[in-house]
């Protein structure tokens, strides 16, 4: 499974094999660069100790190598002079090998950020083809945590790849090799100690991991409290639950603590437990160093400093690389879990074979049934919408006609029957070109946070500024949006909350009068809005259905007034069809809901 994870990722990251390779050439470039350094600093401080010449008869392989190397720089030089070229060349080894590093890590960044940007837009491009049914049965906090941390996480597969494991390996094997050219009894036995250090930091990460687990699932808790009560701000102030809310919240914040405290106590040890390590490694290789017939050689002072140092540098590749299975997983699991929702079916897919849209006839329900799950919704319903008609659907709340709406632009397909535009059933149609032909205003209006602007010319994002203040006009929105601070420039907050639920829907209807489209498919809103506001609404939907073919879910009489066929809805089936008079005297389902509903806010108005 990880494998396979692994191998799509590094397909993902295929734009960026170049750069990832020039990268990894830096950072080897650089612990290359860092091993030689020990080969300078032997005869230096042999030099600097004036225990004897910088290139004096050496007494271990390493000696010899770096007196191979350096013997052209040194050639001929008194002692002095000998030290200053060597502090030259060891500062310009420093100077190189820092400048691979840095280019080698910008490099890895480059890498890792432009994976994780493609990889976040790859997943939000496919969760805007995926069916409804997900979004509602996925909470958004999920969602949220898959694009921004999921994504962010997997680039730790770049970095423990590339910044991690290569870079160390590289540092571990040169530093071998150097110590054992200083003495590979001495190596053999500084190495046998790697294996306590490297099980001692596996332990501790173990745990490290369990907790931060729950750590993380507490973090996302958190989050969804902040942000879901929050934003039901009024809702705690009108029932005064704000002590309840708040015991609540700290109690959460407490439980988050102390996850918190439980995974960093596991963190921070990782570092003491090293140091102590490293501690006895210096005394264990000291105490060998100083018998000769512990490891076979005598070493002079310089010597067993520049093992030392080594040493203790090769440690932190070690600790780093015993690191790299844990956070390789740690990012594969983030990436499984991208590459979980990019494998979920996309439903907005066209048939090979679907032609455009076109619209000069009719709009036909024929036998249409619709379930969400195993409950019928919509159940064998028939009406024909001719061009330039209106048919309205009323019913009482939950008879299923949003969702009947919902069914013309393809936001579910019948599970029985077809709705056919012109005769050609919808499943045959590109969904653009159909949606194309729609005007959409729902229920619940939804106002972006963006300007006036925008919100009004979503649908048609190169429309004028004069196109959007006419069809502010046509909406009865002009006169309310110029008194904004900002006029048409004005940011409307999250969920348009400085609007009021009237401007809201004129919003929405100047949006639909904008885009102009041939069949509206309108569902009223159910609020009830004072006079006024009424008024300007009622007038605005007059201008809206005006020389279009319309399918609206009314719960205003002057809509069914105006309507040429109503449909009574009852469970899902037309129980009832015919003009508003013909209805009324039937004295049915229709009659009961006109004095209910329309009559009583009729006489509201
Ligand atoms: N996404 C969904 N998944 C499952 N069931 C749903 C979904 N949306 C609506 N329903 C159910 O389908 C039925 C019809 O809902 P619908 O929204 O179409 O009613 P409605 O007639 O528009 O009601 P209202 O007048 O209150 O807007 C309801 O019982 C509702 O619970
Ligand atoms: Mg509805």
């Known amino acids: 499974m990880q494998p396979r994870v692994a191998r799509r990722l590094f397909e993902v990251a295929r734009p960026y094999w ?9 950072t080897l470039m650089a612990s290359i660069l860092d091993g ?49 070229r060597l502090v030259m060349l060891l500062l310009a080894g420093l100077l190189l090998k820092n400048l691979f590093g840095y280019a080698g890590g910008q490099l890895s960044i480059g890498v890792q950020e432009g994976l994780v940007r493609d990889l976040r837009v790859k997943l939000y491009r496919h969760l805007l083809t995926i069916d409804l ?60 100690t790697a294996p306590i250090l ?15 687990g729950e750590w993380a699932e507490q ?30 919240f700290a109690e959460q914040s407490d439980r988050y603590r102390r996850r918190l405290i439980r995974t960093q106590r596991f963190q921070t040890l990782t570092h003491p437990v090293s140091e102590i390590f490293g501690g006895m490694v210096i005394i264990l290789i000291i105490w060998a160093a100083s018998n000769p017939d512990v490891i076979g050689v005598t070493l002079s002072p310089e010597v067993t400093i520049g093992f030392l140092a080594m040493a203790l540098k090769m440690m932190a590749p070690i600790k780093a690389l015993s690191q790299f299975p844990t956070s390789m997983a740690l990012a594969l699991a983030a990436a499984e879990r991208v590459f979980a929702w990019l494998d979920r079916p996309a439903s907005e897919v066209d048939r090979p074979d679907a032609v455009p849209a076109r619209f000069e006839r009719d709009l036909v329900f024929d036998r249409v049934s619709f379930q969400y799950d195993t409950e019928a919704v919509v159940t064998d319903v028939s009406f024909a919408v001719p061009k330039g008609k209106v048919v309205a659907i009323v019913g009482p709340s939950g008879a299923g006609k949003t969702t009947l709406l919902e069914l013309v632009p ?22 653009r070109s159909l949606r194309d032909l729609i005007g959409l205003v729902s229920q619940d209006t939804v106002v972006l946070n963006d300007t006036v602007h925008a919100n009004i010319a979503y649908g048609r994002p190169l429309a004028t500024r004069d196109q959007v203040r006419e069809a502010a006009r046509a909406a009865n929105a002009f006169d309310f949006v110029s008194r904004l601070p900002e006029g048409f420039d004005t940011l409307l907050g999250e969920r348009g909350t400085r609007l009021s639920g009237g401007q809201r829907q004129r919003i929405a209807i100047a949006r639909a009068l904008l885009r102009d489209p041939p069949i509206l498919i309108l569902d009223e809103a159910t609020s009830a809005l004072d006079t006024e506001s009424e008024r300007l609404v009622q007038e605005a939907i007059d201008r809206l259905m005006r020389d279009r073919t319309v399918l609206v879910v009314a719960h205003r009489l002057a809509t069914v007034q105006h309507a040429d066929e109503i449909l009574v809805l009852e469970d899902g089936r037309i129980i009832e069809r015919g003009p508003h008079l013909a209805l009324l005297a039937r004295g049915g389902l ?12 009729e006489e509201v108005a």
């Open 219 to 248: 973090r996302g808790q958190l989050t969804s409290t902040v942000t879901e009560r929050l934003g039901a701000i009024k809702l705690i102030r009108g029932y005064g639950a704000e002590e309840q809310e708040i015991a609540a």
């Open 18 to 26: 170049g750069l990832f390779a020039l990268g990894l050439g830096c």
């Open 590 to 601: 229709y009659r009961r809901l006109y004095d209910l509903q329309f009559r009583t806010a």
């Open 410 to 431: 393809r936001f579910h397909d019948p599970s029985a029957g077809e709705i056919r535009l012109d005769g050609v059933p919808l499943t045959n149609l590109t969904r």
């Open 198 to 212: 490297v099980l001692g930091i596996q332990q501790l990460l173990r745990r490290l991991r369990r907790h931060a």
């Open 133 to 192: 049914g997900f979004f509602q049965r996925t909470r958004q906090g999920q969602l949220v945590s898959g694009i921004i941390a999921d994504a962010d996480q997997s680039k730790q597969a770049v970095t423990a790849a590339l910044g991690s494991f290569f870079q160390n390996l590289v540092l571990i094997l040169s530093s071998l090799f150097i110590l054992s050219g200083i003495s590979w009894r001495l190596t053999a036995i500084t190495l046998a």
């Open 36 to 84: 030689i350094t020990i080969i300078i600093l032997i005869p230096l401080l042999k030099t600097l100790f004036g225990t004897a010449g910088a290139l004096a008869q050496p007494s271990t392989q390493l000696e010899a190598i770096s007196n191979q190397l350096l013997s052209p720089f040194l050639g001929g030089a008194d002692p002095g002079e000998a030290g200053t």
